[in-house]
C-alpha cells in the first residue's frame, strides 16, 4: 500500500482472554464500519478458549484463525511458548501493516513480541496501567511493561496511564488517551444484556452483592477470607444476598464451594458469559471484586466497587472516588462493605461520582488516530516486505 492509493490498511487483532475480546470488540466493529479504510482479521489464540469464543459471540464476531493453545493448567510460560509457535504462520499469511493487542496477557506480550520479529508495528490498547511491583498483580504487571517497549503506538484509557508512559520513556507523539473501549462494550450491550440461566430469581431478593474473585495472588488465604467477609456482611444485613459467579479454577472454587455452598443467602453460580455480566452490573447494590475490568465496568453504572486487591493499576477509579481498595482482609471487607450498606450519604458518595474510564467513544478514537498514521503505516510496511520480512 503506498501513499494515496485505494488500498486498506490490514488489521490483526490477536486476543485470548475475555477482557480482550471485551475490549478489542468496539475496535473490530468500529474498523468493519469504516470497510473503505480497514480490512481485518481476528485471531482468538485461545488462552481462554470457551470465555472468549463467548464473548466475542456477544458482538456477533467470530475469530478468522483459531489457534487452540489452551491446556489444563497451562502456565504463563507455556501459554507464550505456543503463541510464539503457531501466530508467526498467520502473521506471516495475513501480512498485516498493524497489529492490534489490548492489555497485560500472556497473549498480548506473545502477539507483541511476534509482530516485533516481523517488524510489524504494533498498537497496544489499554496501555500505560501500572501497580510499580512486578509481581503484583503476576504476570501482568510485568507483560504490560514489556509490551510498552514493543509497541508503537500506545492507547492509553486515562491521564494517569498516559503519565506511567512518559515515565517509562514512551514517545508522547505516540500516546493518545482515549477512553477505555471496555465503556463502549457496555453501552453496546446494556439494552439487551439478561439475567442468567441460573438466576435464582425467587431466592434473591432486596439488595444484592456481586462478587467475582480468581486473582493467582489472592488463592488460598486470600480467598477464604474473602469468603468468611462475605457470611459475615450477610448474617449482619438481613435483607443483603450475594451473588459468586464462581471461576472454574480448582484454586479458587474448592474453597468457595467449602465455606460457602450452604449459605441460604449466598448464591453460587456458574461463570456468566458478558452480556449476562453487564446485566448483574445493573442489578447489584454493591460490587466486590479483584477483576480489573470490572473496576472499570461497574462505575459506568454508578456502582460502588470494593477492590479485593491491596495494590490496583487502576488508581483513577481509587482518586474518582468509584472504588476503595479493602484488600483480601476479612475485617477490612466487612467494614467497608457495611458502611456503604448502611450509610446512605457515603453510598451515594461513591455510587454518584463520575466514571474516569471513558465515554463510550474509545474505539473511534483508536481507529480516528490510526487513519492518520496511514501513510506512516503504508511506508513501514513497504520497508519492512523490501528487507524480506
Known amino acids: 500500500m503506498h501513499p494515496g492509493s485505494n488500498a486498506r490498511l490490514r488489521l490483526l487483532f490477536v486476543l485470548g482472554t475475555r477482557p480482550e475480546a471485551i475490549k478489542l470488540a468496539p475496535i473490530i466493529l468500529e474498523a468493519r464500519a469504516r470497510p473503505s479504510l480497514f480490512s481485518c482479521n481476528v485471531v482468538n489464540t485461545g488462552q481462554h478458549q470457551e470465555m472468549s469464543l463467548t464473548a466475542l459471540a456477544a458482538f456477533g464476531i467470530r475469530p478468522d484463525v483459531d489457534l487452540e493453545i489452551m491446556n489444563a493448567n497451562q502456565t504463563p510460560n507455556e501459554v507464550l511458548a505456543r503463541i510464539l509457535n503457531r501466530l508467526p504462520t498467520v502473521v506471516a499469511t495475513t501480512n498485516p501493516h498493524l497489529v492490534l493487542v489490548q492489555g497485560d496477557t500472556s497473549t498480548a506480550?506473545?502477539?507483541?513480541?511476534?509482530?516485533?520479529?516481523f517488524k510489524i508495528p504494533v498498537a497496544h490498547v489499554e496501555?500505560?496501567?501500572?501497580?510499580?511491583?512486578r509481581y503484583a498483580p503476576f504476570p501482568e504487571e510485568m507483560n504490560r511493561r514489556l509490551i510498552s517497549e514493543l509497541?508503537?503506538?500506545?492507547?492509553?484509557?486515562?491521564?494517569?496511564?498516559?503519565?506511567?508512559?512518559?515515565?517509562?520513556?514512551?514517545?508522547?507523539?505516540s500516546i493518545v488517551v482515549t477512553g477505555n473501549p471496555v465503556v463502549d462494550a457496555l453501552y453496546y450491550l446494556r439494552d439487551v444484556a439478561s439475567p442468567p440461566a441460573q438466576w435464582p430469581a425467587k431466592g434473591l431478593v432486596g439488595r444484592m452483592l456481586l462478587i467475582t474473585c480468581h486473582r493467582r495472588e489472592s488463592h488460598g488465604i486470600g480467598i477464604r477470607a474473602i469468603c468468611t467477609a462475605l457470611r459475615d456482611i450477610v448474617a449482619q444485613c438481613s435483607d443483603v444476598h450475594a451473588l459468586l459467579p464462581v471461576h472454574p479454577n480448582p484454586n479458587v472454587s474448592a474453597d468457595v464451594?467449602?465455606?460457602?455452598?450452604?449459605?441460604?443467602?449466598i448464591f453460587l453460580i456458574p461463570p456468566v458469559d458478558y452480556p449476562q455480566l453487564v446485566w448483574l452490573l445493573q442489578r447489584a447494590t454493591l460490587v466486590l471484586t479483584d477483576?480489573?475490568?470490572?473496576?472499570?465496568?461497574?462505575?459506568?453504572?454508578?456502582?460502588?466497587?470494593?477492590?479485593?486487591?491491596?495494590v490496583t493499576e487502576r488508581p483513577e477509579g481509587i482518586e474518582a472516588g468509584v472504588a476503595r481498595?479493602?484488600?483480601?482482609?476479612?475485617?477490612?471487607?466487612?467494614?467497608?462493605?457495611?458502611?456503604?450498606l448502611e450509610d446512605s450519604d457515603a453510598y451515594a458518595a461513591m455510587s454518584k461520582a463520575v466514571n474516569p474510564y471513558g465515554d463510550g467513544h474509545a474505539a473511534e478514537r483508536i481507529l480516528d488516530f490510526v487513519t492518520q498514521q496511514v501513510h506512516l503505516l503504508s511506508s513501514m510496511h513497504v520497508a519492512s516486505v523490501g528487507m524480506g520480512l
Open 127 to 133: 496501555a500505560g496501567l501500572r501497580t510499580g511491583q
Open 291 to 310: 477483576s480489573g475490568g470490572i473496576q472499570e465496568e461497574a462505575p459506568a453504572f454508578g456502582k460502588p466497587v470494593l477492590v479485593l486487591r491491596d
Open 109 to 117: 506480550l506473545g502477539a507483541a513480541l511476534c509482530a516485533h520479529n
Open 325 to 340: 481498595l479493602v484488600g483480601t482482609d476479612r475485617q477490612n471487607i466487612v467494614e467497608a462493605a457495611l458502611q456503604l
Open 257 to 265: 464451594f467449602e465455606l460457602l455452598q450452604n449459605n441460604p443467602r
Open 151 to 173: 509497541a508503537s503506538y500506545h492507547f492509553a484509557p486515562t491521564k494517569h496511564a498516559r503519565e506511567h508512559l512518559l515515565q517509562q520513556g514512551i514517545s508522547d507523539s
